[in-house]
């Protein structure tokens, strides 16, 4: 029979279960970043009429990150790169109209089709 050797942290007798899985030493290497508060909108969300609802719930809340998936759940990109190889594979779809207005969400006009 083998055997292997197996290394063991063993928790403190005074230390809670809790404790176990925190790291040890661990030291920020960032610590006057911004602090991240963002929300996860898929590209339906993001090109379409939920934008709108997304941004006014960032206004109203310390949300300061909007997280947009740009492949959807069968692998197509979801809007137009401009290149002709993929457009020739049939690879993208264009959900997101103006990604560059996307990327730039204050330079949107008020009445554009993605709001």
Do not use: C, F
């Amino acid at each position: 029979m083998i055997r292997k050797n197996a290394v063991v942290q063993q928790i403190p007798s005074n230390g809670s279960p809790e404790n176990r899985l925190r790291p040890v030493n661990k030291q920020d290497p960032q610590p006057d970043a911004p602090k991240v508060k963002g929300v996860y909108a898929t590209a339906h969300s993001a090109g379409g009429s939920r934008l709108h609802s997304l941004l006014e719930l960032m206004d109203r809340t310390e949300l300061n990150t909007l997280v947009v998936d740009v492949k959807d759940d069968w692998g197509y990109i979801t809007y137009n790169t401009g290149n002709p190889d993929l457009l020739a594979m049939d690879t993208t779809k264009n959900i997101i109209r103006d990604m560059p207005a996307l990327i730039n969400l204050r330079s949107m006009p008020e009445n554009s089709s993605t709001r």
